[in-house]
Nanobody
Framework: QVQVVESGGGLVQPGGSLRLSCAAS????????MGWYRQVPGKQRELVAG???????NYADSVKGRFTISRDNAKNTVYLQTNSLKPEDTAVYYC???????????????WGQGTQVTVSS
């Protein structure tokens, strides 16, 4: 079984920072792209940032210059450093990972359960 679990959300004041973590565990052969998405009620889930196994990154325009995605391949973990947070960054943040389990010949995208980030004074 493969699991993806996020942590690090919470309540922060505007201008503050949070570091989100997402760890993949289980019988994993390899992990390709990992990413962070966010969703607010009534809206579609949107990509925040993604990172390939080789370290190439991409960001939503709304977070460029404020958020940084990184990963530790040895720990099967991806991070999202969020700085200069704004109230409009409030959302449930989800991690996903394109994983090839040892039990399968193909990759599968796994999602975490989400972690709430609230930016408010």
């Amino acid at each position: 079984q493969v699991q993806v679990v996020e942590s690090g959300g919470g309540l922060v004041q505007p201008g503050g920072s949070l570091r989100l973590s997402c760890a993949a565990s289980g019988s994993i052969s390899s992990i390709n792209t990992m990413g962070w998405y966010r969703q607010v009620p009534g809206k579609q889930r949107e990509l925040v940032a993604g990172i390939t196994s080789g370290g190439m990154t991409n960001y939503a325009d709304s977070v460029k210059g404020r958020f940084t995605i990184s990963r530790d391949n040895a720990k099967n973990t991806v991070y999202l450093q969020t700085n200069s947070l704004k109230p409009e960054d409030t959302a449930v943040y989800y991690c996903n990972a394109d994983i090839k389990p040892r039990s399968l010949w193909v990759t599968h995208v796994y999602w975490g359960q989400g972690t709430q980030v609230t930016v408010s004074s």
